[in-house]
């Protein structure tokens, strides 16, 4: 099984850099996916992670490390836009994708 | 448009009932994926199917099941329905059984059970 865990709320300032953590526990591990939800919409895919270290994507930024358990992905010059929930999402080798419950950021002027 | 088409957009119903829930993949995508989300609460995947063929499950109830059909599209049946059945529904494809492009989501399908 998994175990996913991530905080439920964070409220940051437009123009600020915010870091959302997630931590997981899982078996047969291949990557970790993030993704963005408005409410009431689709999830839209960010980013997906197989290896150590940083990804950069723009303003968007996801780090991986496999041997903790831990990513977190760092989103820069915040935008009112960037307010939605950011779901983490461990992938492993049976195909059985599920999603933390996400966190849902409030970008404030 | 994500390429992912699902219908209906929104479906009211009554406690007992039965609906079905289609879904259309992106074009050339195999894979698809079922996913319900109730209010305020994280994806909970159900059910996926690769080529026809069912890959893995979830935590779908007995009185929901799905297929997949030749022409790739599925359906998600949901029976004996209760009010807590409420949720937005979601289809997602990949082109793969294990993508690590990423799922495409459909819109979704929002229940509403009375």
């Known amino acids: 099984g998994q175990n996913i865990d991530q905080p439920t709320e964070m409220t940051a300032t437009e123009g600020a850099i915010v870091q959302i953590n997630c931590t997981y526990q899982?078996?047969?591990?291949?990557?970790l996916f993030w993704y963005q939800q408005h409410a009431g919409e689709a999830p839209t895919f960010l980013s997906y992670n197989v290896l150590d270290g940083l990804e950069e994507k723009g303003r968007f930024s996801s780090f991986l490390s496999r041997s903790k358990g831990y990513s977190y992905l760092l989103l820069k010059e915040l935008q009112m836009k960037d307010s939605a929930s950011y779901l983490c999402?461990?992938?492993?080798?049976?195909?059985?994708?599920?999603f933390g419950a996400g966190t849902r950021l409030t970008v404030k002027p | 448009d994500s390429g992912v088409t699902q219908t209906p957009k929104h479906l009211i119903t009554a406690t007992g009932q039965r609906v079905t829930l289609r879904c259309s993949p992106r074009s050339g995508d195999l894979s698809v994926y079922w996913y319900q989300q109730s209010l305020d609460q994280g994806l909970q995947f159900l059910i996926q199917y690769y080529n026809g063929e069912e890959r893995a499950k979830g935590n779908i109830l007995e009185r929901f099941s799905a297929q997949q059909f030749p022409d790739l599209h599925s359906e998600l049946n949901l029976s004996s329905l209760e009010l807590g059945d409420s949720a937005l529904y979601f289809c997602?494809?990949?082109?793969?059984?294990?993508?690590?492009?990423?799922?495409?989501f459909g819109s979704g399908t929002r229940l509403t059970v009375v």
């Open positions: 997602a494809s990949s082109v793969a059984a294990q993508s690590a492009y990423g799922y495409t």
């Open positions: 899982t078996s047969g591990f291949n990557g």
């Open positions: 999402a461990p992938h492993h080798n049976n195909n059985d994708m599920r």
